[in-house]
């Protein structure tokens, strides 16, 4: 509520009727003038409220002032009484003003403090972060499995010579194994020269003409075939070959090898087989299988109820491979083995269809 100036002036002029004003008559105009102000003061709701009601009383043109210049028609005894009266009134509002305005900056401030609170126990997400596609998740892992076994890593170029990828390899221009691989050829120098490799193993004709025996070592990458996609073929897709050359090595170190690898890889329960197969480069050669990760050998739809799933090929360095990069197959004997890392981790995954790996469809890639 405000104070009514009007109020306060009519207050003011209210001197006895018959022209003679008294000291009394000035200290109950005081009293009267006074008690609504300081309700106003003390309801004023904010600082420009309690400015307009503090003026009305205390201003110039205020009521106080008013009374003030009623002190002049007052007998000197009066007017120091009537005085003394007006000033404790004066320092009554003045008191109760200053209070009310220390209260509502008190509530300004709490209310500004609270606007500006910095909650330091918020904690807001960072910033979004991929991840390695799973591809490059199952080549770290199983780099990291061949490190700890004592083998290297070694990795060479996806554009490939014929020889490399297939003359060294013991399949010479026109040899019937090379209608297995559906090479892509490059337009580049005489033809069929260029080719994007189609396994990893001229890295292991790299490595051997580059660096003389012992070598243990795994050629992970990727490797290029005319295939037409399907659930379990991509034109592209990565392989890790393990090639070892020493003196004295025999078929029972690459069984062993691969047994190892097999163990430290999928963990205990799972085991392999060799059986029997061909290849150019290795001779005896052989498939390995794994104990099926889906059923965990009991037999099921995966492993055509066999228990076992095959996972790559292995064998004997054969010795035209090693007459082609110049080590003596007298002194030096050596194993090899390849497989699929994009088939392992569909395998492991039970991934149904094995083009989500390249289609770039963040709903599967963040799953990994
Ligand atoms: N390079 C062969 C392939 O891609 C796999 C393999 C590697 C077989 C080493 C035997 C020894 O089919």
């Known amino acids: 509520m405000h104070a009514d100036p009007d109020a306060a002036e009519s207050v003011a002029g209210s001197a006895d009727p018959d022209g003679a004003d008294s000291a009394a008559a000035v200290a109950a105009a005081v009293a009267a003038a006074v008690e609504p102000v300081l309700a106003a003061v003390a309801g004023a709701a904010d600082p420009e409220a309690l400015r307009t009601t503090a003026a009305a009383a205390l201003g110039r043109k205020g009521a106080l002032s008013a009374l003030n210049h009623r002190l002049g028609g007052l007998s000197p005894e009066d007017r120091r009484g009537a005085g003394a009266v007006l000033n404790e009134a004066r320092d009554r509002l003045q008191a109760a003003v200053a209070a009310r305005r220390a209260e509502l900056d008190a509530v300004a401030r709490a209310a500004r403090l609270e606007a500006d609170r910095l909650d330091l126990t918020e904690t807001l997400p960072g910033p979004v972060r991929g991840s390695l596609h799973l591809v490059t998740q199952t080549r770290d892992a199983l780099e990291d499995t061949f490190v700890g076994m004592g083998f290297v890593v070694a990795e060479g170029p996806e554009v490939e010579s014929d020889w490399h990828n297939f003359a060294a390899l013991n ?39 580059d660096q003389p025996p012992p070598i243990y070592a795994v050629m992970p ?57 061909y290849f150019p480069f290795t001779e005896p050669s052989a498939e390995f299988e794994i104990t099926c990760t889906i059923c965990g050998g009991a037999g099921c739809r995966t492993c055509s109820q066999t228990g076992w799933i095959e996972l790559g090929g292995c064998g004997m360095v054969h010795p035209n491979v090693f007459a082609a990069v110049g080590i003596d197959p007298e002194e030096w004997t050596g194993f090899a083995f390849g497989f699929g890392i994009d088939r392992l981790a569909q395998m492991r995954h039970a991934i149904a269809d094995m083009r989500v790996l390249a289609d770039n469809d963040l709903r599967f890639t963040t799953q990994f």
């Open 221 to 277: 990458g990727r490797v290029y075939r005319k295939d037409t996609p399907d659930a379990r073929h991509t034109p592209s897709f990565s392989q890790i070959e393990g090639l070892v050359v020493d003196r004295g090595i025999t078929f029972g170190d690459l069984a062993g090898t691969i047994d190892t690898f097999t163990r430290a890889y999928f963990g205990p329960g799972i085991t392999s087989r060799l059986r029997p197969a």
């Open 171 to 209: 399949m010479p221009p026109a040899h019937p194994a090379r209608s297995n691989f559906d090479t892509l050829y490059l337009d580049w120098g005489p033809p069929e020269s260029a080719l994007l490799r189609t396994h990893t193993s001229p890295v292991q004709v790299r490595l051997m003409r």
